[in-house]
C-alpha cells in the first residue's frame, strides 16, 4: 500500500512538472528577478564605457508618443566575470559575445527561460567591437521591440489568468467581440457602436468602437484622425459645452502595420487633449479588420495621468489591445518578439558566452 502511494503520488509530480513545462515553466524553475521593463547588460568595460556605446545608446532611447521623456527601459550593467547565479534570475538579459575566433559574422540569439521564469536572454555574438556597433545600431529598433514585446507577451498572461468580466461581456454583446481588460475598470459608458471603459481614478481607459468598411484609404493616418476626433467629439464630451476628446497636433501622431495573430492590423500612437481645456495624455489604437462583417473595429487605449509617469501604463494598455478577438478568431496569440535575423535557441542553463568559451 505505502509503495503504491509513493508511485501515485512521483506520478502526480511528474504530471505538474509536465504541466508546468506546458506554459514554459518547470516547478523546479525560480521566478525571475527585476522589475518590468528592466534590462540587464552583460558586457565589459570596452563595449559598454565608450562614449560611442551602440547598444547603450539604443536601450536608452525614449518611449514614442508621450508628453514627457521617459526611458524604453531601466537598464543594469555588469562585467561578465560578475555574471554569478543570483545575476541570472533576471527577466530580461543581454549577452554580449564579441570574438573574432569564434564569429565571423554578427547575429542575434534568445532564449526563454533558461534560469528563471519569465525570462528572455538575448545574445550578440560579433567578430569585433566595431562589427558589433555598426550590427546594433542598424538593428536598435528591433531590440527594443524584443524585449517591450516580451513584457507585453507577461502582460496579456496576466490578463488571461484574471481581466474583467463585465468588459469581456459588454464587448461580446455590443460587438460580438472579446477583449481582456485590467480588472480594476469599473466604469462605463455605452453610445451607438461605441463603448468606453475606465478606473474612478480614470487613469486607465480602453474604447472601442465600429464602423463599415469602405477601402483601404481607412488604414492612413488622415482618415484615422479624422474618424477618431469624429467619434470622440459625440462620445467623450467635456464637463462644459465646447469641450470634447480630441487628437493633438498631427505631426506628433505616429501609424505603422503590425500583426496580430498574423492578420493585419493598424497602430496608431499619439497625445490627446480635451478641447478648451487642460486635460491630455498619450493615446495607443489598433484598426483591425472584421471581414466577416465587412466592418473596421478600433480599440484604443489612453492615460490620463498628470505630472505623472504614463509609461508603464500606456504599454499595459498596449498589451491589452493584442486580445482582441475578433468572430473568426478562436484565441488570442502570444505578440511575436523576433525580428529578421533573430534566431530561437535551446539555452542549457550553463551554457553563457563566458562557459562555452570555458569548455573550449
Not at 113 to 128: D, E, G, K, L, R
Not at 268 to 278: H, I, P, S, T, Y
Request: aromatic share 12%.
Amino acid at each position: 500500500m505505502k509503495r503504491f502511494v509513493f508511485l501515485l503520488s512521483m506520478f502526480c509530480v511528474a504530471l505538474a512538472m509536465v504541466s508546468c513545462k506546458g506554459e514554459g515553466k518547470s516547478m523546479l524553475t525560480p521566478a525571475s528577478s527585476g522589475r518590468p521593463y528592466e534590462v540587464l547588460v552583460v558586457a565589459d568595460d570596452n563595449c559598454w564605457m565608450s562614449k560611442d556605446s551602440a547598444l547603450y545608446h539604443v536601450l536608452d532611447t525614449d518611449v514614442p508618443c508621450l508628453p514627457q521623456s521617459e526611458r524604453s527601459f531601466r537598464i543594469s550593467r555588469v562585467r561578465p566575470e560578475f555574471y554569478d547565479k543570483s545575476m541570472r534570475l533576471f527577466r530580461n538579459i543581454v549577452l554580449v559575445d564579441i570574438d573574432a575566433s569564434k564569429y565571423t559574422q554578427t547575429k542575434f540569439k534568445f532564449a526563454r527561460n533558461v534560469y528563471s521564469a519569465p525570462q528572455m536572454i538575448m545574445t550578440i555574438q560579433s567578430p569585433t567591437q566595431e562589427e558589433f556597433d555598426k550590427y546594433v545600431s542598424r538593428n536598435g529598433q528591433a531590440i527594443v521591440d524584443f524585449f517591450t514585446r516580451a513584457e507585453m507577451n507577461r502582460e496579456v498572461a496576466l490578463l488571461k489568468k484574471k481581466h474583467n468580466k463585465t468588459i469581456s461581456a459588454k464587448v461580446g454583446s455590443m460587438f460580438d467581440c472579446d477583449i481582456w481588460m485590467p480588472i480594476e475598470m469599473e466604469s462605463y459608458k455605452s453610445g451607438d457602436h461605441f463603448f468606453w471603459a475606465s478606473t474612478n481614478l480614470n487613469d486607465l481607459n480602453f474604447v472601442m468602437y465600429s464602423y463599415p468598411f469602405r477601402d483601404n484609404n481607412t488604414f492612413t493616418k488622415e482618415y484615422f484622425i479624422a474618424k477618431r476626433d469624429s467619434v470622440m467629439k459625440v462620445n467623450l464630451p467635456g464637463a462644459r459645452e465646447g469641450m470634447y476628446m480630441e487628437t493633438a497636433d498631427s505631426i506628433f501622431v505616429e501609424a505603422r502595420n503590425i500583426s496580430v495573430d498574423g492578420d493585419f492590423a493598424y497602430e496608431v500612437r499619439g497625445l490627446w487633449d480635451m478641447k478648451n481645456d487642460a486635460m491630455g495624455g498619450p493615446f495607443v489604437s489598433h484598426v483591425r479588420v472584421d471581414r466577416a462583417n465587412a466592418r473596421v473595429v478600433v480599440v484604443e487605449g489612453f492615460v490620463y495621468n498628470p505630472a505623472k509617469l504614463k509609461r508603464d501604463l500606456i504599454r499595459r494598455l498596449n498589451a491589452a489591445l493584442y486580445t482582441l478577438k475578433l468572430p473568426s478568431q478562436k484565441a488570442v496569440a502570444e505578440i511575436p518578439v523576433e525580428g529578421d535575423g533573430f534566431t530561437e535557441e535551446k539555452m542549457v542553463p550553463d551554457e553563457t558566452p563566458d562557459n562555452k568559451a570555458n569548455k573550449q
